[in-house]
């Protein structure tokens, strides 16, 4: 089991800005894959960002909006979002996986329990 712990959520106006914090008691380091899940009310769970090996990839939907960062000594993954929309509300998910990056949240193997994050308008 890898421990994931969220937290920084909260409610913005539009244009705002948040940063999410998430904590591993365990050790992932540069051996996992790490990265945020978002899901909206009635929507799927959706990749907005991961980063594995210092490569991040994010959502289409995000990019130049959010950077994902880790700190490995720390055992911590954060999300700075900036230019924050109505359409990035949603519950917010760590996760974490010893060899997948990909789309599919099924193959992530842990995660975190969701912060809130809602951007009014």
């Known amino acids: 089991q890898v421990p994931l712990v969220e937290s920084g959520g909260g409610s913005v106006p539009a244009g705002g800005s948040l940063r999410l914090s998430c904590v591993s008691s365990?050790?992932?380091?540069?051996?996992?894959?790490m990265g945020w899940f978002r899901q909206a009310p009635g929507k799927g769970r959706e990749r907005v960002a991961v980063i594995r090996w210092g490569d991040a990839t994010y959502a289409d939907s995000v990019k130049g909006r959010f950077t994902i960062s880790r700190d490995n000594a720390n055992n911590a993954l954060y999300l700075q979002m900036n230019s924050l929309k109505p359409e990035d509300t949603a519950v917010y998910y760590c996760?974490?996986?010893?060899?997948?990056?990909?789309?599919?949240?099924?193959?992530?193997?842990?995660w975190g329990q969701g912060t809130q994050v809602t951007v009014s308008s």
């Open positions: 365990e050790d992932t380091s540069n051996a996992y894959s």
């Open positions: 996760v974490a996986d010893r060899t997948y990056a990909g789309p599919d949240p099924a193959l992530y193997a842990y």
